[in-house]
């Protein structure tokens, strides 16, 4: 179902292996202070995809403490069966759900901006149609120009 340029997706249970930080909104709002691009560049240098072989890469936002005020969880990580020997990586299982997904393509890491800057305006206009859960949101990266953020919905 097209909604507007969104989409809502039932989504099937999904493994993602990666590394994680805690972090909240006014902290990644703050010039040099937020941990996200930091946790990437980690998981880049550390983390080999097998991108030829069909693994792609996931960032999990979870452990809502609220709402989008709150602090949360996110993990960078990847859907791959192998996983690296010489890195700790934590697994999150990304359940089965019904999600609102934002889609982008260009030049990251302006589509990351663009598509998480749709998300908050969407739901801080007041009359949006679906309701947020705040329980597991995840962007996905199906190739490198591309991003899709899927945000839990009731």
Known sequence: MKVNDMEVKRVSEKVIHGLCTRT??????TPN?????????RFDESVPVDYKGGERVYGVYFDYETDHTGEFTVLAGFDGKTLPAD?????????AAKYLVFTHK???????????????????????E??????MDFEYYPSAGEIAVHIAIK
């Open 33 to 41: 202070k937020g941990k996200i691009p930091a946790l990437w560049q």
């Open 130 to 135: 679906y309701e947020r859960l705040y329980s």
């Open 24 to 29: 909240d909104n006014a902290t990644e709002m």
């Open 87 to 95: 890195v700790s990586l934590q697994e999150v299982i990304i359940p």
């Open 106 to 128: 260009g030049e990251m890491p302006q589509i990351a901006i663009d598509a998480w800057t749709e998300v908050w305006n969407y739901f801080s206009e007041g009359h949006s």
